[in-house]
């Protein structure tokens, strides 16, 4: 026999197990907001793409239709209370990089900057946007990936057994478990 699962009042249980991301979005004056997300889907294709869903009320979405650019920042599985908190104030009202005590560093492809304290950070820049009645759905391409020495194979690429990052499932967050093979599949 199988249950019907309820899906939760934001879709909180439609997330099987993704990883948490602040998105990064500077305004015409260059300050910046951050907003926690689990909603990041990378794109198969031949250029390098994603899509994010952002809700319509959400800071975030106007300074991302205002600029077309913004950076993924990917949570650490330590850093649980700063997606509480970027999840949970609105930078219509708060500077949320000061309440969350984040640093950010200069990003090489778009102006939003990268969060120092997220290994890993994807830039983006907009190339389609879908409306759905609440939330915006934004493909990007992926201008480029930057990882931080506590996550990188010292190569060009990232080091699968350091990767740590915060999984988002069924309303709940947890860490990673160990690695179960070598290779795509
Ligand atoms: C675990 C978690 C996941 C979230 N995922 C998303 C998301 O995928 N898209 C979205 O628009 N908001 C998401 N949010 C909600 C925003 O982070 C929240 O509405 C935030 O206050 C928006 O800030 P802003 O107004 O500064 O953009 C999530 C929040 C949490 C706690």
């Given at each position: 026999?199988?249950t019907?699962?309820?899906?939760g009042?934001?879709?909180?249980y439609?997330h099987?197990?993704?990883?948490?991301t602040l998105v990064?979005?500077?305004?015409?004056?260059?300050?910046?907001n951050?907003?926690?997300n689990?909603?990041i889907?990378?794109?198969p294709?031949?250029?390098?793409?994603?899509?994010v869903g952002?809700?319509?009320?959400?800071?975030t979405n106007?300074?991302?239709?205002a600029?077309?650019?913004?950076?993924i920042?990917v949570?650490t599985?330590e850093?649980?209370?700063?997606a509480?908190l970027?999840?949970s104030?609105?930078?219509?009202?708060a500077d949320?990089l000061?309440l969350a005590?984040l640093?950010?560093?200069?990003?090489?492809?778009?102006k939003?900057p990268l969060i120092?304290e997220?290994?890993?950070n994807?830039?983006?820049?907009?190339?389609?946007?879908?409306h759905?009645?609440?939330l915006?759905?934004w493909?990007?391409?992926?201008?480029?990936?930057q990882?931080?020495?506590?996550?990188?194979?010292?190569?060009?690429?990232?080091?699968?057994?350091?990767f740590?990052?915060?999984l988002?499932a069924?309303?709940?967050?947890?860490?990673?478990?160990?690695?179960?093979?070598?290779g795509a599949i």
């Amino acid at each position: 026999m199988r249950t019907l699962v309820d899906t939760g009042s934001y879709g909180e249980y439609l997330h099987y197990g993704m990883p948490l991301t602040l998105v990064t979005v500077s305004d015409s004056a260059g300050r910046v907001n951050v907003s926690t997300n689990g909603s990041i889907t990378p794109l198969p294709g031949q250029m390098p793409r994603l899509v994010v869903g952002i809700l319509k009320d959400n800071y975030t979405n106007e300074l991302i239709a205002a600029s077309h650019e913004f950076v993924i920042n990917v949570l650490t599985d330590e850093m649980r209370g700063v997606a509480r908190l970027c999840g949970s104030h609105s930078g219509h009202d708060a500077d949320k990089l000061a309440l969350a005590g984040l640093t950010t560093l200069p990003a090489r492809f778009v102006k939003p900057p990268l969060i120092a304290e997220s290994p890993l950070n994807i830039e983006c820049r907009v190339l389609h946007v879908q409306h759905l009645e609440d939330l915006d759905l934004w493909t990007a391409r992926i201008m480029g990936i930057q990882v931080a020495e506590e996550w990188s194979d010292g190569r060009s690429g990232v080091d699968i057994e350091r990767f740590r990052p915060l999984l988002y499932a069924f309303g709940q967050t947890m860490a990673r478990g160990p690695m179960i093979g070598q290779g795509a599949i």
